[in-house]
């Protein structure tokens, strides 16, 4: 056989084929029950399009809706069709970006009127119909001059920033379904109608293009998909599971602690919570002051200078709280921070007075109260705050001590 390659199958087995026959062309050749049942195939543990030619010798694997791994490639494929349902929907919103995460998949989108999720059983219909009409989904190769024409005269200035994104020796994969098309890595499986209905879409949320706040907000969609109606409805009874145990629920039942407008990202600890966090502190003071740590505190304003010399500002400065205090007739105005971090404190207190080396180790703990300035929609609450207390530590040891003092570190936690 001319241009063959060798295949070796779970089962051990090892057979020759042509390298130009395709997934779905080997899936036929072992059985057509498993050609119907096949959504994709993989070489070497990667994932391939079914119509993709074999190409190379290798362990092969023809992939199922059974297999775990399908679900990546259900979620891939309904995160296609929602921005298909989408743009058939409300014409000119533009598509940015729609991966695969975990549980689930989104899509930004960039329209003049954000999406709520009031919009979701209009678009969610739409979705059903597009999956019914189970269009394959085929690859192209486009040269970079072909894909910026194309997608400059729809409109989608997304796009063409990433493809100039993209590296000059790197293809341009163009998947369609039916009229439909995007930039993709792949793989999809073969048709639209092999995504079925077990899909929900779960929630909105805002999105700086590229994950930069200089950049336009978009809109996110998120969504869940599965292989089968019973999954779906088992992660979804989860969630409402999660949500009942949901410590900012519980917070306010409990009268633990609460979020509010004016603090956004800080916590209004009520007595019985503080009194627990008390008592948290109080049980990790003990056990830092038995491993002869010596417990400080710095300051939480310090001058913009400090963390230059730290190199927190060259690197952090856009997530730190500032503030410029002018100065007077003898004075300059000047910039402090308030401290995201312990670190340049800390070292501030060693640097004070002589030390010998007799000296070390000194192990200096805080728990410090640091801000630092996280994307609103980054905030969870207690889990992603703008403002807490870390229970820092910082030894300063010889480089003989080092091995020794990383064993204690691990075993104190």
């Given amino acids: 056989m001319l241009n063959s390659v060798s295949l070796t199958f779970p089962d051990g087995?090892?057979?020759?084929?042509?390298?130009?026959?395709?997934?779905?062309?080997?899936?036929?050749?072992?059985?057509?029950?498993?050609?119907?049942?096949?959504?994709?195939?993989?070489?070497?543990?990667?994932?391939?399009d079914l119509s993709d030619p074999i190409g190379r010798s290798g362990k092969v694997e023809i992939i199922t809706r059974e297999d775990p791994r399908?679900?990546?490639?259900?979620?891939?494929?309904?995160?296609h069709v929602l921005a298909e349902a989408v743009q058939e929907l409300w014409p000119g919103t533009q598509v940015t970006i729609g991966p695969v995460i975990e549980n689930g998949f989104y899509y930004d989108f960039a329209r003049n009127e954000p999406f709520t999720p009031d919009d979701f059983p209009v678009i969610e219909k739409k979705m059903r119909e597009i999956i019914a009409r189970n269009k394959p989904f085929t690859k192209e190769v486009w040269s970079r001059d072909k894909a910026k024409k194309i997608f400059a005269d729809k409109g989608e200035r997304y796009k063409l920033e990433l493809i100039d994104a993209i590296a000059e020796d790197q293809d341009l994969k163009i998947y369609a379904q039916g009229d439909w098309f995007d930039l993709c890595r792949g793989p999809h499986m073969a048709s639209t109608g092999q995504i079925g209905n077990a899909f929900k879409l779960m929630k909105v949320a805002g999105a700086y293009w590229r994950g930069d706040s200089n950049n336009p907000m978009l809109t996110r969609i998120y969504g869940t998909a599965w292989a089968d109606q019973a999954q779906l409805e088992a992660y979804q009874t989860m969630l409402e599971e999660a949500e009942k145990r949901d410590h900012r629920k519980l917070g306010r039942e409990m009268d633990l602690f609460h979020f509010q407008e004016e603090g956004p990202g800080v916590v209004f600890w009520h007595a019985k919570g503080w009194r627990m966090f008390q008592n948290l502190v109080n049980y990790m003071r003990r056990r830092l002051d038995e491993q002869g740590y010596q417990e400080v505190n710095a300051p939480q304003v310090l001058d913009k200078s400090l963390w230059e010399t730290s190199g927190h500002w060259g690197w952090y400065r856009d997530n730190m709280f500032k503030v410029t205090v002018a100065g007077d007739d003898t004075d300059d105005d000047r910039v402090f921070a308030l401290k995201p971090m312990n670190c340049p404190g800390h070292v501030q207190i060693f640097k004070h007075g002589l030390k010998s080396y007799r000296d070390l180790p000194v192990k200096l703990a805080e728990f410090g109260n640091v801000h630092r300035y996280e994307p609103s929609g980054a905030l969870h609450g207690l889990m992603r705050v703008r403002g807490f207390t870390q229970d820092d530590a910082h030894i300063f040891c010889t480089e003989e001590q080092l091995a020794d003092e990383c064993i204690k570190i691990n075993d104190l936690i």
């Avoid at 390298?19 to 994932?47: P, R």
């Avoid at 399908?70 to 995160?79: G, K, N, P, V």
């Fill in 70 to 79: 399908a679900l990546e490639l259900i979620r891939h494929d309904a995160a």
């Fill in 13 to 48: 087995s090892v057979r020759d084929y042509d390298a130009a026959m395709t997934g779905a062309g080997l899936a036929e050749s072992i059985s057509k029950s498993l050609a119907k049942k096949a959504v994709a195939y993989s070489i070497d543990g990667t994932l391939r």
